[in-house]
């Protein structure tokens, strides 16, 4: 028997077409021009139509057919329950660098599920190793054209990339990359690399292979791969040092002017992390080519200081205002902290800023990232200290959209524990300076 999808409606966005209709939360989309609709990506294709039939029904049971006019690419407004109007793809493979499988037991069931859903990569720009994805899945992604698919390389070498997704199948998923490329599919790319297994000659060979499919391949990142303290039983890998990351920049920057010279793109980023290990200067903005890989921590150092400098320039100096600010970050970010602030105070010479960088205690101390950090750690390492007259936390420390950190300790129980106002910052320099001026 066919059971139709029930595509709930979530929310309805101000000023939408959707608002304007009277559709509401709890109402059920069933069709759109007499098509079910199987999930997101049917879902984008259908609206984009100048003249919609849409079939709705309400929570009486009643249905209202509705007819729509509107311009191509105007979206409906639209928020379902489940974002991907279908059930989420699970990965199966079991990468030998995959960060869930080196976190601890006993934390929340979420926190454990891996996804490789392409359609993840359309909606939330997450990198899918293409492992998972049938034929008919590409089929639709050229036919819908839907864009930009990010996409979890590893290595070029077929043989290899089996071995580290631990997959048999993963040599043959590069295919469909190529299928992508030659349907003229935006992608960007990205290669979290191990020491003595993608680096080196094969790093430089996965490189010159993906050069070939600029400008499809738009970018790709190269990041150190991510080791907690939980790898018992687990493929040994060994943490890059100061000398590794010095060689993995030499030839990024090899590829990077190769690039610029054949293609008037660098194409090829390395992670942030490379240079604060390698003790090198990041790079000039316009090496990142408009910041495509932000979400892989490829120049969010450059875009913050950028960003920051920016907005401190257009502010008036002021010695009267007088508070101490305590900025709580990961080991990584630091640095860049302590010189913005330092820059702030000479501007601003009543505000005294501090910086304290969480020492990852939860994952290990190899993991320095701020994202990364928990409640405990926060908690354990700031009580007794001097805060002043509050906290600012970036806003990667929360679950999206909730006042959770990554351990299950909420920011009304930090705040409690430590008794000092914490602020939530969000992610851009102005943001930073907005909460440090304490400007809505």
Known sequence: MHMEKAHIIKEIERGSIAEELELAPKDVLLSINGKEIEDIFDYHYLIHDEELTVLVRKPDGEEWELEIEKDYDEDLGIVFENGLMDDYKSCRNKCMFCFIDQMPKGMRDTLYFKDDDARLSFLQGNYVTLTNMEDADIARIIRYHLEPINVSVQTMNPALRCMMLNNRFAGEALDKMRRLRDAKITMNGQIVLCKGVNDGAELEYSIKQLTEYIPYMQSLSIVPVGLTKYREGLYPLEPFTEEDAAEV???????????????????????????????????????????????????????????FMDALSAEEPNERIRRTVTLVTGRLAAPLLKRLGLRFMEKFPGITVRVIAIRNDFFGERITVSGLLTGQDILTQLKGQKLGDKVLLPCNLLRSGEEVFLDDMTLEELKNALQVQIDIVKSSGQDLINALLEKE
């Open 249 to 307: 920049l030499a030839c990024i920057h090899k590829w990077q002017q190769y690039c610029m010279e054949r293609h008037g793109i660098h194409f090829v980023h390395a992670s942030d992390e490379w240079y604060l290990l390698a003790g090198q200067p990041i790079p000039i903005e316009e090496i990142y080519d408009g910041y495509l890989q932000l979400e892989n921590g490829v120049g969010m150092v450059r875009l913050l200081e950028e960003e």
